[in-house]
C-alpha cells in the first residue's frame, strides 16, 4: 500500500543515514476507506494527492518542533506491505500505523518545497497547532502554505536535496 509521510529534511537525511525510516509504528497517511468515503467522487489520483496534502500538513507539525530543520515541507511516498498498514480513523480520514520499518528501497519518491516557499512555510509552521485547535486565522496561514505545490524527486534524486 502507498503511505506518505510527512517529516522534515533533518528526518528524511536521518532516514537516508539510516537506511530507512523506523522503528515501527510509523504514523502516515494514505488512501483508506474514510478518506474514500469523505470524497466520493474523487479518483485515486485526487484521492492519493488529498492524503499528500495531510500528510504536508504533518510536516508543518513536525517543522513546528524541530525549529533548527530547513523550512519545506518534506512528504515521502512508499510502499508499505497491506496487512501492516493500519488506518486510524479516530486520528483522521488519511491516517493510518505502518507496523513495520519502512527501507529506502521502497520509498517511491519524495515531495518537498522549493526553497522560495521557505518564508510562508516557516509562518504556517509557527501557528499550525493554534490552526489544529480551529482558529481561523493560523488555518489561513496553514492554507496559504498548504496551497505551494511540492516539487517530485525520484528516489535516486534525494542526495540532490542535500547538495
Do not use: C
Amino acid at each position: 500500500m502507498r503511505v506518505y509521510l510527512g517529516i522534515t529534511l533533518t528526518e528524511l537525511a536521518s532516514a537516508v543515514a539510516q537506511g530507512g525510516f523506523g522503528p515501527p509504528p510509523l504514523l502516515a497517511y494514505a488512501v483508506t476507506p474514510s478518506l474514500r468515503e469523505w470524497y466520493a467522487e474523487g479518483d485515486q489520483e485526487e484521492l492519493e494527492y488529498a492524503a499528500t496534502s495531510d500528510a504536508s500538513r504533518e510536516s508543518l507539525r513536525h517543522l513546528s518542533f524541530d525549529t533548527n530543520a530547513p523550512r519545506r515541507r518534506v512528504v515521502v511516498a512508499a510502499d508499505a506491505p497491506d496487512g501492516l498498514v493500519l488506518p486510524d480513523a479516530s486520528v483522521g480520514r488519511s491516517v493510518v500505523v505502518v507496523q513495520a520499518a519502512l527501507p529506502m528501497d521502497k520509498v517511491a519518491a519524495v515531495h518537498v518545497d522549493e526553497p522560495e516557499a521557505a518564508q510562508v512555510v516557516a509562518a504556517a509552521a509557527d501557528v499550525v497547532g493554534k490552526a489544529d485547535a480551529g482558529e481561523d486565522d493560523a488555518e489561513f496561514t496553514v492554507d496559504e502554505a498548504l496551497g505551494h505545490e511540492l516539487l517530485w524527486y525520484a528516489r535516486q534524486e534525494i542526495p540532490d536535496l542535500f547538495a
